[in-house]
């Protein structure tokens, strides 16, 4: 079993920053299988949506949804099983709550469906 737990959500103005941290915890066996981590979001009133996500089997790999590209930051730390993102530039259509998951694999990474291990998600608020 693996449990996911972020932090960093706050309430920021708009063409602000934030950090979210995302630190994984469970059976070292269940820990390094975790090859795809990713940050995705749900806005009010949308669907769940992939932000960024980060695979050590592609060469270390980030992936970007378009509209986050060139602003947000996804990077980890294997030897202290975390995920961060940055996020620089926020605007208010980056509200929302900001989940961690995890998958042994992902074909697409930044599919909700990909990933079967979730945190239980930080809000984002830029106004």
């Known amino acids: 079993h693996v449990q996911l737990v972020e932090s960093g959500g706050d309430s920021v103005q708009a063409g602000g920053t934030l950090r979210l941290s995302c630190v994984a915890s469970?059976?070292?066996?269940?820990?390094?299988?975790?090859?795809?981590m990713g940050w995705l979001r749900q806005a009010p009133g949308k669907e769940r949506e992939g932000v960024a996500a980060?695979?050590?089997?592609?060469?270390?790999?980030?992936f970007y949804a378009d509209d986050v590209k060139g602003r947000f930051s996804i990077s980890r730390d294997d030897a202290e099983n975390t995920v961060h993102q940055q996020m620089n530039s926020l605007k208010p259509e980056d509200t929302g709550v900001y989940f961690c998951?995890?998958?042994?694999?992902?074909?697409?990474?930044?599919?909700?469906?990909?990933?079967?291990?979730w945190g239980q998600g930080t809000q984002v608020t830029v106004s």
């Open positions: 469970g059976h070292t066996d269940s820990i390094d299988s975790l090859i795809t």
């Open positions: 998951a995890a998958a042994p694999h992902a074909i697409h990474p930044l599919k909700v469906i990909e990933y079967n291990h």
């Open positions: 980060a695979c050590t089997s592609r060469g270390d790999r980030t």
